[in-house]
């Protein structure tokens, strides 16, 4: 078998088991989502954790919001920060976004202008969010040049890790 065969064929099975993979992801945060709108929250958290574990990234975000939110008793910020985490780390930019809302309130976390900006700016840089801007802005006037300096710093270490995988993070 030639290499070229050899690639084809392997880049065929590795999608196509990628495919699968998401799928499954899909089809559970499509579950947890239908429920969600019928505000069945109990089953929209089990739905969503079974996704969320396969690193749904959507699903993930969807954890946060129902943390966040209380919709499965008393709000519980610390919980809804650790989801909107993995989801931002993940790449999802909504959840960028309600990251750097808990960290500008100290929300379930120690209140962070440095990272607060970070994650605005990235909201605001990879999905072009006016709102993020604003925040990002916003937040820029009360903070020191060097930590802004030190917020973008840590924005740009987040893109090169995520897209080119090389970063000091």
Known sequence: ???????????????TAMHAWAAAGDEEFDRGY???VSRDYAKAMQWWQQA????H???????????RDGDL???DKKRAAYWFRRSAENGYVY????????????????????EAHKWFNLASALNFDPKAQFQRDLIARRMSPDAVAEAEKRAQE???????????I
């Open 1 to 15: 078998m030639s290499v070229l065969r050899q690639f084809v064929l392997a880049f065929f099975l590795a999608t």
């Open 34 to 36: 239908d429920a969600f």
């Open 52 to 55: 969320a574990q396969k690193e």
């Open 57 to 67: 990234v959507r699903a993930q975000n969807g954890l946060g919001v129902l943390y």
């Open 73 to 75: 008793g008393e709000p």
């Open 95 to 114: 959840a960028m976004y309600s990251l750097a809302m808990l960290y500008r309130d100290g929300d379930g976390v120690a209140r962070d202008d440095v």
């Open 158 to 168: 987040w893109l090169d890790a995520f897209f080119f995988g090389s970063s000091s």
